[in-house]
């Protein structure tokens, strides 16, 4: 993936977590319920997919966590990729720095 690709990633999470904030007097628990509902419950419009394989065990979770909790529009595929970017842009510089370590460049 392109650089542009991680910085729009980012102003996205950026974005959802924090644009349109909780009302004041929300618990924090119910602020961190609406944070994660506005980074991984959100539908995603994508040009081009490829097949990603997972365990039984965790497709059948994903599909019964979207089924119960998500709205009419999410996909799990959706649920998955907003996970995805999520990891990615977390933990850019921790994969950077181990790919460094075998390479002299930045992968994400």
């Known amino acids: 993936m392109k650089k542009n690709c991680f910085a729009r990633m980012r102003s996205l999470f950026k974005a959802a977590s924090g644009s349109d904030a909780p009302a004041a007097g929300t618990s924090a628990p119910e602020k961190s319920l609406i944070r994660f509902k506005r980074l ?10 490829a097949t990603l394989y997972v365990n039984r065990t965790t ?9 119960k909790t998500g709205n009419s529009q999410l996909t799990a595929t ?3 990729e907003n996970i995805l970017q999520h990891h990615l ?7 950077n720095q181990l790919h460094r370590e075998q390479n002299d460049h930045n992968i994400v």
């Open 59 to 67: 497709k059948q979770k994903i599909l019964e966590i979207v089924a």
């Open 78 to 80: 959706a649920y998955v």
């Open 89 to 95: 842009v977390t933990f850019r510089n921790a994969i």
């Open 40 to 49: 991984f419950f959100k539908p995603i419009d994508y040009e081009s997919r």
